[in-house]
């Protein structure tokens, strides 16, 4: 079944870099189209990301374009998410997603 393990998280203050990890099983990965989403407190899941499967074309959210970069391993089953100059407003759970289907997630907070 389909299997999604995020990680790279943690705690850094504004202006710092994250790279989040997604590390996925059970699906023709380097077929699919994925995602990166965000649980920010007080709010509901937000769409943070999106890559292609084969032509790597990328789409992002306003609220982090120009700062975040979605890429993939497709030898390694693996996506990635770059995270530069984070705010405050970046902390949430972050998780991969696949048809709907995500992780665990991995917890980012921004916080001086």
Known sequence: QVQLVESGGGLVQPGDSLRLSC???GFAFRHAAMNWVRQVPGKGLEWVSTIGPLLNSASY???VKGRFTISRDNSKNTLY???NN???EDTGVYYCDYRA???QGTQVTVSS
């Open 61 to 63: 959210a306003d609220s």
């Open 81 to 83: 998410l770059q995270m």
């Open 23 to 25: 590390a996925a099983s």
């Open 101 to 103: 289907t995500r992780g």
């Open 86 to 88: 984070l705010k405050p």
